[in-house]
DNA sequence: TTATATGCAAATCTTTTGCAAGGAT
DNA sequence: ATCCTTGCAAAAGATTTGCATATAA
C-alpha cells in the first residue's frame, strides 16, 4: 500500500470498496494535477508513478471518487469531462476564450443545497455549480 | 417564416443571427419536447414538423441557443446533453436511477450570479447549477 | 478463498466537420 | 448579391464494455 492523501484509503474501505494501489494514485494524482484535469491529464500524472495503470482505470476511479464524494465532475459540453478534488461549496467559472478555470467560495450553496434536498426529498450525490463564459482577461 | 415562441425570430437577428425555419421550429421543440429534452428528442419532435431538418443543425443550434442565452445546457457525463428552454434561475436535481429532472426555483441564483461577476469580472454566458443523485420516489 | 478491480482492445455513441447547395436579408 | 445556414456523410473523440487475469480483504 502506498502512501496518499490522508484517509482516501479508509473512505474507500468505509464505502465498501477497496483500496487498490492504482485508486490511491489517480487520487494522490487528481490533487497534484493542477487545477480540475481531465481525465487525460490525471491519466499522465499517474502515469509518472506507475506507467501500467490504464486510462480504463482512471475513467472508473474517478467516477467511483464523484459518487462517493472524493471529487466532483465538472466541465462543459465542448471539453472532456474535469474532475475537482475539492468538494467543499464553490463556483467554477469556466473561460471558454482561455480555458482557465477559477474557483468562487460561497458557503451558502450548501446551505441551499440542504435547502432543497429537505423540501424536495431528493438525495444528493454529486453537483455542480458552474459558469461559462468570458474570464477579466480574455475580456480585455 | 413561420409562426413560433414569441420573439424567437426577433432575439436572433438582433444577436446578428438568421432567422431561418429551422432554428424558429427547433426553439419550437425545445419547448414542446416536454422536460429538459436531450438533443435527439428535439430531433424527433422537431421532425414531426419538417422530416429534413438534420441532426447536425439541430447541434448547431441548440449550442447557438445556449450562447446567446435562450436555453441553457445541463445533463452530467453519464447522458447525453440535455437543453433547457426555461432560464430562470433555478436548480436541476437530476436522478439518476429513474433519469427524471426536477427544477427548483430559486431567485438567489441570479444574485450568486451576479456578484461573483462584480467581484472577478467574468462575464457569463452559460450557467448551470445542477444536483446528481435520488429522487424521492426511488428512495422509497 | 472469493468477490472486486484491473488492463487491454474493441465497440459505442455523441458530437463535430468539410463542403456543396440553398436561402435570409 | 452576399454571406450565413443547412444537410449529408464521414471523422473525430470521449467513454464504456467484455473478458481473462490479478489481487485486496
Redesign the pocket.
Known sequence: ?LASRPDT?EA??TK????????IA?CDALWEAGSHP???TVHEYVAKR?P??????????L??FAEIGLATEM?F?????RYDPDTGPHIHMICRNCGRVEDYGWEELDDIVRAVEERTGFKTLGKRFELYGTCRKCRK
Chains 1, 2 share one sequence.
Open positions: 500500500m484509503a474507500l474501505r465498501g470498496y477497496r483500496a487498490t494501489p492504482q485508486r489517480i481531465t481525465v487525460a506507475d501500467t495503470i490504464s486510462l480504463a482505470t482512471v475513467y472508473k476511479t467516477q467511483l466541465g459540453r465542448d471539453e472532456s469531462t
